[in-house]
Each structure stands twice: as C-alpha cells, then as structure tokens.
C-alpha cells in the first residue's frame, strides 16, 4: 500500500482553522485521498475523500496538490468536538490502511 | 437509517474461552470489513466479506480467528481458545461499494475485548 506522512500532532483554538498536512509522494493514480477521523473511545468516522480536485462537505475541505503528492485537510472552525486522531488514508481498493494519524488538540 | 451496530460494545472473557463478536451493517450494505485495534496501536485490516463469501482475509490470525457473513443476520467474527494479547477494539464497517475506492466506509462502535 502506498504510505502517508502526517505530523504526529497538532494544537489548535477553538474557532480557528486547522490545516492538517499529509504527504504521499508515491501514490498512484487510481489512489482516492481518504481521511477519517477517531474520536477517543469511538470508531472511526469518514470526513471526506478526493481523487483530483479540491473537495468540500459539511465537515472539512480537502486541497489536494496538483502532482497529488500531497494533500491537506481543512477544518474551517475547530470545535472541543474536532479533537481527535485525523487519518490521512490512499486507498486504491477496499482495505484502509491505518497510520499512527495526527491528534489534534484543540484549545477552549 | 440506523449506522453500522455492534454488540456486545464490551466483553469479557477468561483465557481458552470463545468470543463471539456481531455487526450488523448498514441497511442496504452488503460489503463488511472487521478491523483490530491493539492497546496503544493503529487499527489493522482484518477480513472482507460479502454476503456469504469470504473477499480477503489476509489480516486474519492463522489459528483461532474466523469470519462469517451469512445471507441472513449479522457478521460473525469468532475467537476460539482466547488468549490475553486478544484483548483489544474490534470494528466492523460496511460500505455499498459500489464505487470502489471512492467508496466511504461506516464504523460500528467496536466491540472491546478484554481477556483475564
């Protein structure tokens, strides 16, 4: 599987963006740029995926590269409830790959 | 639409018993993946399946581990004879998968082991 490389944490206000970096200068280019996050004590939970373009939903925003060799996820204003492990996952079947991910902490 | 459920959320078991781990997935979801989540590590894949079929097991402990996905009720995942370093989070998720890898999967709470 190719791998991601996520900084191991992060620390952000409340109300503020966070800019979660991933990098993943080997992936292919039938890999999807999938991101999920877990929440202490709970399983994970899907924020969004891209394969090209710049994504947004309900949640985040996802700006991929233009080689796609890196990607970031965007949580436009950090709540106590974003506080959690954020992985960044390429996934060219069905199996997700999990890393160590980055916690974000997120400051009242 | 209930999400992916799982039960029993905790279980105890002693060493050489069976654990017997359900998910029932999303309505409409015929793709189920079991996952692991060892004390202080990352959640590994585990197993595939569809409806009665095993897709990919290749995360599945040699001995002890099984999995099923009947054509009627839950996923299965069955230990046999458990040992201490069983103890951990299993999560089940489903997807339609009709997309492939554009494809969201959905997490069940997990079901934690614990083995005494």
């Known amino acids: 599987d190719a791998k991601t490389t996520q900084p191991n944490s992060m620390e952000s206000n409340e109300e503020e963006p966070v800019h979660l970096p991933c990098n993943h200068s080997?992936?292919?280019?039938?890999?999807?740029i999938h991101w999920y996050r877990q929440l202490p004590s709970q399983g994970p939970e899907y924020v969004i995926h891209?394969?090209?373009s710049n994504v947004n939903n309900r949640m985040a925003s996802l700006a991929i590269a233009e080689d796609r060799k890196s990607s970031t996820l965007i949580l436009h204003r950090a709540t106590l409830r974003d506080a959690a492990v954020y992985y960044c996952?390429?996934?060219?079947?069905?199996?997700?790959?999990f890393g160590a991910g980055t916690t974000v902490t997120v400051r009242a | 639409n209930a999400g992916v459920m799982q039960n029993p959320r905790h279980l105890v078991r002693r060493r050489g018993q069976e654990a017997r781990l359900r998910c029932s997935p999303m309505?409409?979801?015929?793709?189920v993946y079991w996952y692991r989540q060892l004390p202080e590590e990352g959640l590994k894949f585990m197993v595939y399946?569809?409806?009665?079929?095993?897709?990919?097991e290749s995360g599945m402990p040699k001995e002890r581990f099984s999995a099923e996905f009947p054509k009627e009720g839950p996923s299965i995942l069955r230990i046999q004879q458990v040992v201490r370093g069983d103890s951990a989070a299993y999560f089940c998720?489903?997807?339609?998968?009709?997309?492939?890898?554009?494809?969201?999967?959905?997490f069940g709470q997990g079901t934690r082991l614990t083995v005494v």
């Open positions: 998720a489903s997807s339609p998968r009709e997309q492939g890898a554009a494809t969201e999967a959905f």
């Open positions: 080997t992936i292919s280019g039938t890999d999807y």
């Open positions: 891209g394969l090209t």
């Open positions: 996952i390429l996934l060219g079947d069905y199996k997700l790959s």
């Open positions: 309505k409409g979801h015929s793709h």
């Open positions: 399946l569809q409806k009665e079929n095993i897709i990919d």
